[in-house]
């Protein structure tokens, strides 16, 4: 049986997996398996492929032993975002025969928001806090492995809103201010360091290429008729509400100095709560992911 080793990164602050071994000793996790942490709050599938997807508010847990949370958005589940990473997992394993590392909070959003710092993520609750520490250190511990492997990794944060304009909305740390500048102005270096792509961005790979252009997700999603802001047809918000990434994004990120590329994908209820679109979605977005990762390879 092959069980996780839990360790405390140096400097992070999170619970990371050291390394998985089974009862003969043999360490090596299997891509496609799921090990798990302290109470089997935090799952971590296993993946092969420079490609990192988190799901922090898809859970449904609500143990007694942790405390509803009394700050923030407790209560607010970001329905079918876990059904819809495990289809996520199935597409890419029928697309290429290989699996992202996906690591999912399966406590309901009341005992647990994963995507806050962590005093506002568990109110200081020791079991909410071990679970936070394990969703964190788990992305550390893929970002790390991927690093090695690879160089660099995509890092999707996968969320779900209930705006009233049903558009998938794609975060890189930009408010809606800021998309609505000019190219020119989005690649100045400076902007271009405040963004979830930080110093990875060049003369080819602008930051405005990347988050709108014909380089973006926004666009491949687009192609696939999966209305997308920000894109080529829609580059900007406007005024109607956008979500533009948070906690998770932010730390996970190049913008915080890691070897990772980051998005928030934010997606509707209408593309979320009906099964069958759900499941097109999955294999439409893993078909946009493999695009864009196709377009920015060195």
């Given at each position: 049986m092959i069980f996780p080793i839990l360790?405390?990164?140096?400097?992070?602050?999170?619970?990371?997996?050291?390394?998985?071994?089974?009862?003969?000793?043999?360490?090596?996790?299997?891509?496609?398996?799921?090990?798990?942490?302290?109470?089997?709050?935090?799952?971590?599938?296993?993946?092969?492929?420079p490609v990192i997807i988190s799901v922090p508010h898809g859970g449904f847990l609500k143990p007694q032993r942790i405390p509803d949370r009394e700050l923030g958005s407790g209560g607010r589940q970001d329905t079918k975002t876990q059904e819809l990473a495990r289809e996520i997992i199935e597409?890419?394993?029928?697309?290429?025969?290989?699996?992202?590392?996906?690591?999912?909070?399966?406590?309901?959003?009341?005992?647990l928001d994963a995507n806050r710092e962590q005093f506002d993520a568990t109110l200081d609750d020791s079991i909410a806090t071990i679970a936070w520490k394990e969703f964190h250190g788990f992305i550390?511990?893929?970002q790390r492995t991927l690093e090695q492997e690879w160089g660099r990794s995509l890092y999707i944060d996968l969320h779900g809103h209930r705006h009233s304009w049903q558009v998938a909305e794609l975060g890189y740390l930009l408010v809606s201010g800021q998309l609505n500048m000019s190219d020119k102005q989005l690649d100045s270096i400076g902007m271009q360091q405040m963004t979830s792509f930080g110093h990875f961005t060049d003369h080819k790979l602008t930051a405005s290429r990347l988050i709108r252009g014909d380089w973006s997700l926004g666009a491949l999603l687009e192609k696939e008729g999966i209305a997308t802001v920000p894109s080529p047809k829609i580059p900007h918000p406007g005024n109607k509400p956008y979500f533009s990434g948070g906690y998770n994004l932010e730390q996970h990120s190049a913008f915080s100095r890691r070897n990772a590329w980051g998005i928030q994908v934010e997606l509707p209820t209408g593309i979320r709560e009906d099964e069958?679109?759900?499941?097109?979605?999955?294999?439409?977005?893993?078909?946009?992911?493999?695009?864009?990762?196709a377009n920015v390879r060195e």
């Open positions: 360790v405390v990164a140096a400097g992070t602050g999170h619970t990371g997996l050291l390394e998985c071994i089974d009862s003969a000793g043999v360490g090596a996790p299997i891509p496609g398996n799921s090990v798990f942490g302290k109470n089997n709050y935090i799952e971590y599938v296993v993946g092969n492929l597409s890419f394993r029928q697309q290429t025969g290989k699996y992202p590392h996906v690591i999912i909070n399966r406590l309901h959003r009341d005992k550390d511990s893929a069958a679109r759900r499941r097109a979605f999955a294999d439409t977005f893993v078909k946009s992911l493999l695009g864009f990762l």
